[in-house]
Nanobody, 123 residues
Framework: QVQLVESGGGLVQAGGSLRLSCVVFRRTFSSYTMGWFRQAPGKEREFVAGISWSSSTYYADFVKGRFTISRDNAKNTGYLQMNGLKPEDTAAYYC?????????????????WGQGTQVTVSS
């Protein structure tokens, strides 16, 4: 069983920053591809960013230039640095992990999920 635990969400004003963390409780963390997704009320879960085991990164168009995904394999932790936050970024953010070397933008291609952390951006 692989457990993912997110932290770092909160309330921030528009233009502010937050850094989300995702600790993966698994010895072979370095072999997992990680993704961040978000889901706002009444909307479908959507891809935000992904990072492969070799640290190749991919972003949704709506976060390019504002968000940065990274990972620290020594700490079994993934990060999502979010700058220039907008009210439309308000959502529950989830980290996910999948076995394999490639990032997928489809949420149902991920094997393991965290519990989610709420991000609220006020205008």
């Amino acid at each position: 069983q692989v457990q993912l635990v997110e932290s770092g969400g909160g309330l921030v004003q528009a233009g502010g920053s937050l850094r989300l963390s995702c600790v993966v409780f698994r010895r072979t963390f370095s072999s997992y591809t990680m993704g961040w997704f978000r889901q706002a009320p009444g909307k479908e879960r959507e891809f935000v960013a992904g990072i492969s085991w070799s640290s190749s990164t991919y972003y949704a168009d709506f976060v390019k230039g504002r968000f940065t995904i990274s990972r620290d394999n020594a700490k079994n932790t993934g990060y999502l640095q979010m700058n220039g936050l907008k009210p439309e970024d308000t959502a529950a953010y989830y980290c996910a992990a999948r076995v394999g070397s490639s990032v997928s933008r489809q949420w149902d291609n991920y094997d393991y999920w965290g519990q989610g952390t709420q991000v609220t951006v006020s205008s």
